[in-house]
């Protein structure tokens, strides 16, 4: 039996999907309570599998937590806030965490796949197009990035913690950015929309793409290859394309927005003009940008998939030139 | 001053950004029971101390103020062990659970000779205040009626973290969301009403429709109050429904009426027209758009000045209550105003609940 935390999420209900219609596996996916399984059934053509359980249960609530996990081999640990403050993140998605570690330990689960990000990364120390794959350090100051980044930072070292001291077998999967439909292609590694106008801040930069199909195969994989325990994979397609390719193809396919061409030069001296305002005012305006935010988002790096090629057997099952016109003809419909 | 928070939710980031700008005043330690939420918050300030024990943390940094921003079932608690430590106490809203508590806490204040300030910070935003100043100088005349209204949003910040958690702490609360914010239009009636008992009829509603089977179904998300105080009534308005969200009380007084709005720090007059029939109308339009336009000014010179931080009135009462502390001023709010709140609060929960299946949208709409 496998537990799919965050399966009602854009990634889990992915997840989800391949689980039961290309792996034939039983599981069960543990909600938020009061959570409808139409989102489950509207997977399956309106009709719920028998292989799947909905278990409704708090992350707070232990008790639950425990009869949730019983009976389960392997974990794929997908729940997050994405959005909302530090502390309601750090709440939701670490102190949610530790409980589902710890009963995790004491059912002795086989195999706990964490779903990390790409935040965790300490990208910004790395030089200009140079490489980031799984041995890249994790940040040195994720509390110099956005509250996301911050947290599963914060998630992820306690998983090691547990890994190192109380045995918990885990697998831990960065996704880069991941894409489809209905998500924006245009993610903030290309750009931002500001008072009407989008301020294009990827240039020539390559951006980490990971389309849904993809990344949730490589997150079954690595729940399922044995003796990967304590391993690290980066989650990116091939074929990366730049962010003006995509800002040029969504200009075409989807519509003609107004953009603006923000060099990282510049960018930087902006941050720093950012961060010296809100001191100057002690936070009148919040410190959007830092210089090292900017440079772990938008230096311009290359970024490498080839261990989950050669220890998972994994290769993108939807090309890029597919995924791009699945999204970007989803995008023209809506 | 060596300043202490306990209790590391959402709000105390406020606290700690507010205090900071105060010179004499710095954060020293963080305490939450949650070694993760004590962390986050030292580690994004970069304060010195990060505890989950609050007694430890007392004795070993020995603070001179500790804010305490936990919830509310844990104020009196809190607050007593801090004052038996000699820290003098900011206490976040709602001040505590019902009356007794905050009698008990009062009198345990004045028995160990500490302060207590509660954190009913509405009523030193800027546009309040102005309109108080106008209020004390006379120019609404006395002061006939009060409108109040507080708008949440259950799909907000906090919202959206209560609404997906049936064992959330404030699903505890006896009044639910309603008894975690309207301190805050309580307080801004209050500070123009005289002084004395306040009669209090009130209704709850819980229009949003049962979704859950749970807790999330059980709170009123709509309060309508009335409030009488001498020879002044008010309208107590809470609302999840209406949009915007915003936060306004409009004083009604023998000369004129004013309109401070919360959200976008303005204060509107309303003098009225001498101009005959269809003539008035046009003067008055021409008032409105004079009023609008003085705000907007006013707004735009503050937002190039950089003084329109959002939580402007926060950091007024706790520099405040810092200096009443010192023995520079009177407590910004006495702590009898604290009985007060809580005493109209409870008052309003219990008739809510008194009158809860007259409501008239039970059952959804």
Redesign the interface.
């Known amino acids: 039996m496998i537990l799919v935390t965050g399966g009602a999420g854009f990634l889990g209900k992915e997840v989800v999907r391949l689980l039961v219609s290309q792996y034939q596996q039983s599981i069960r996916c543990l909600v938020r309570p009061g959570t409808s399984d139409s989102v489950f059934k509207d997977l399956f053509g309106g009709e719920l599998p028998g292989s799947i359980e909905i278990f409704p249960a708090s992350f707070n609530d232990l008790e639950s937590l425990r009869k949730a996990i019983q009976g389960v081999d392997i974990v794929l640990h997908l729940a997050a806030s994405l959005t909302g403050s530090v502390p309601a993140q750090i709440s939701n998605t670490v102190v949610g965490s530790e409980n589902l570690f710890n009963v995790c330990v004491e059912e002795k689960v086989s195999r706990l796949v964490l779903c990390s990000s790409f935040g965790v990364i300490g990208a910004s120390q790395i030089s200009r197009n140079g490489l980031i794959d799984e041995f890249t350090p994790m940040e040195e100051h994720p509390e110099f990035r956005d509250p996301y980044s911050f947290t599963k930072h914060m998630q992820e070292q306690l998983a090691w913690q547990f890994y190192h001291e109380k045995q918990l077998p885990i697998v831990v999967v960065r996704p880069g950015v991941v894409f489809g439909p209905p998500v924006d292609i245009l993610s903030s590694r290309v750009g931002l929309s500001l008072f009407g106008m989008f301020l294009h801040i990827g240039g020539g930069n390559l951006i980490p793409l990971t389309y849904k199909t993809n990344c949730a195969d490589l997150i079954i994989k690595a729940g399922l290859v044995s003796d990967i325990e304590g391993e690290i994979f980066c989650a990116v397609d091939d074929d990366l394309p730049s962010s003006s390719y995509l800002l040029s193809r969504y200009k075409k396919e989807v519509k003609r927005i107004m953009s603006i061409r923000i060099p990282y030069i510049l960018l930087r001296q902006l941050a720093k003009l950012n961060v010296w305002y809100s001191v100057k005012t002690q936070g009148h305006l919040p410190t959007v940008f830092t210089p090292y935010k900017v440079d772990a988002m938008w230096k311009g790096h290359r970024f490498s998939n080839k261990k989950a090629k050669e220890l998972l057997c994994w290769h993108p099952i939807v090309s890029m030139r597919e995924s791009l016109g699945k999204t970007l003809g989803h995008e023209a419909q809506s | 001053m060596k300043i202490a928070i306990i209790g590391?939710?959402?709000i105390?980031?406020a606290h700690i950004?507010e205090v900071?700008?105060i010179a004499n005043a710095k954060v020293l330690a963080v305490c939450d029971s949650?070694r993760?939420?004590a962390?986050?918050?030292a580690?994004?300030f970069a304060i010195p101390g990060c505890y989950t024990d609050v007694r430890t943390m007392l004795v070993e940094v020995k603070p001179d103020v500790v804010h305490i921003t936990t919830p509310p079932a844990s104020h009196l608690s809190l607050a007593k062990i801090c004052m038996e430590n000699g820290a003098h106490v900011f206490i976040e809203k709602p001040f505590t659970l019902n009356l007794p508590e905050a009698e008990e806490l009062i009198d345990f204040a004045k028995k160990k000779g500490c302060l207590v300030c509660a954190g009913h910070n509405y009523t030193f935003d800027p546009a309040y205040q102005r309109l108080l100043d106008m209020h004390n100088e006379g120019k609404l005349g006395e002061v006939t009626h009060i409108d109040a209204a507080m708008g949440y949003n259950l799909k907000g910040?906090?919202g959206?973290?209560f609404m997906?958690?049936?064992?959330h702490w404030l699903h505890r609360l006896p009044g639910g969301v309603a008894q975690n914010n309207i301190s805050h239009p309580i307080s801004l009636i209050l500070g123009l009403m005289p002084a004395g008992n306040v009669l209090v009829k009130a209704l709850g509603f819980r229009v949003r429709g049962e979704?859950?089977n749970?807790a999330?179904d059980a709170f009123f998300d709509e309060v309508r109050a009335v409030l009488v105080a001498g020879h002044v009534t008010a309208n107590l308005v809470f609302s999840c429904r209406s949009r915007p969200v915003q936060t306004f009380v409009h004083a009604y007084g023998a000369r004129c009426a004013a309109i401070a709005c919360l959200e976008s720090r303005t204060v509107r007059i309303t003098q009225g027209v001498r101009m005959p029939g269809p003539f008035g109308k046009v003067q008055w339009a021409a008032q409105d758009a004079k009023e609008a336009g003085r705000e907007f000014f006013r707004n735009f010179k503050k937002i190039l000045g950089?003084?329109?931080?959002y939580f402007a009135g926060m950091e007024s009462l706790i520099r405040q209550f810092y200096a009443a502390i010192e023995g520079k001023q009177e407590m910004p709010i006495p702590m009898t105003e604290a009985l007060r709140v809580t005493s109209v609060m409870d008052a309003i929960i219990n008739e809510c609940k008194a009158n809860d299946d007259k409501g008239c949208f039970r059952g959804g709409v």
């Not at chain 2, 997906?164 to 064992?167: L, N």
């Not at chain 2, 950089?306 to 931080?309: D, F, K, W």
């Open positions: 590391c939710g959402q105390a980031d950004q900071s700008k949650n993760f939420m962390k986050q918050a580690l994004r910040p906090f959206s973290i997906g958690d049936p064992r979704r859950y749970d999330r950089a003084r329109l931080h």
